[in-house]
């Protein structure tokens, strides 16, 4: 799989001074291999959905929107809500991803965050069930790639993340009717942001990519940089530091001895990400502010 949603290219000069310098543990832009950009986080950005958030970071920038829609549990699933990922690529992102490839890429991409950020023991599907075998909560996570700049999946995983955190849940009661003919029972939907409920994000991960470059490790990749990368590790944290989810990407192997060391320093950035992102949401919504602009500098020492 691709890192990024374009296909990058890069000469062979400048790739050479790329790797001299993460060699010697520089980048071109001045970060340590294990220095993050800063983000831009941007919440309540779509009136319409239940909750929204647009994520830049350099070059990359990602919109999020989440819908609640009361639906009907799937069979053999009749205690659980439903809980989807979908991923588009804007066609000004590159034109090497439209059509069919950019559909195939968007497809694997949402595949591969849900099977990392959102297996069930992540997302509660219970807590989305309404009444058994008749009605649930169907929440609905659509992702567009306006712009890739490089270290794409993470920073889908942070829009994701502050998207859920922005969403309500309305409130809704089950009404029994007196239906003499046996109907099913009846829904009365209080849609007042003030009487819904809170999505929960309490385990929801976010993504840290490693790439491997001359036997160094980067994070937080731009563009020219995963052009360089010779393999990657996706790595999916929880808020406690916990590695959820692994997956590698790339031909060439990866050093086991070099795992430990790379998965606790995935560790330690999630973790930062997390908290500064949930910091900066939180005293947004104490002073009842909908919307955030505001930077996450994060150097993940």
């Known amino acids: 799989m691709a890192l990024s949603a374009t296909q990058h290219e890069i000469s062979a000069a400048e790739k050479r001074f790329l790797e001299d310098g993460i060699k010697q543990g520089f980048r071109n832009d001045g970060r340590s291999c294990v220095d993050y950009r800063p983000l831009i986080v941007e919440s309540g950005v779509i009136p319409s959905a239940s909750g929204s958030a647009r994520v830049r970071s350099a070059q990359t920038d990602v919109l999020?929107?989440?819908?609640c829609e009361m639906s009907k549990p799937e069979p053999g699933h009749e205690f659980e809500g439903m809980f989807k990922i979908e991923v588009e690529c804007s066609p000004s992102v590159s034109p090497d991803y439209e059509g069919r490839e950019g559909e195939d890429f968007s497809t694997t991409l949402a595949s591969l965050l849900e099977k990392m950020c959102a297996p069930s023991w992540l997302v509660d599907r219970r807590s989305l069930c309404v009444l058994p075998h008749h009605y649930c909560w169907c929440v609905y996570v659509d992702v567009m790639v306006l712009n890739s700049g490089g270290n794409l999946l993470d920073t889908i995983s942070v829009a994701i993340r502050a998207a859920l955190k922005d969403t309500i849940i309305p409130s809704v009661e089950v009404v029994v009717g007196d239906d003499e003919e046996g109907g099913p029972p009846q829904l009365e939907v209080d849609d007042r942001p003030t009487t819904g409920r809170r999505f929960p994000v309490e385990k929801f991960p976010v993504c840290v990519t490693v790439g491997q470059i001359c036997n160094r490790y980067v994070w937080d990749m731009s563009l020219e940089e995963e052009a360089c990368c010779e393999a990657a590790l996706l790595v999916a944290v929880d808020p406690q530091g916990k590695c959820v989810g692994v997956h590698k990407t790339g031909?060439?192997?990866?050093?086991?001895?070099?795992?430990?060391?790379?998965?606790?320093?995935?560790?330690?950035a999630g973790v930062g990400l997390i908290q500064k992102l949930d910091e900066l949401l939180d005293t947004k919504m104490q002073a009842g502010k909908v919307a955030v602009a505001n930077r996450l500098g994060f150097m993940a020492e």
């Open 64 to 67: 999020c929107g989440v819908k």
């Open 251 to 268: 031909d060439t192997t990866i050093d086991a001895a070099a795992v430990p060391q790379v998965m606790q320093q995935s560790s330690r």
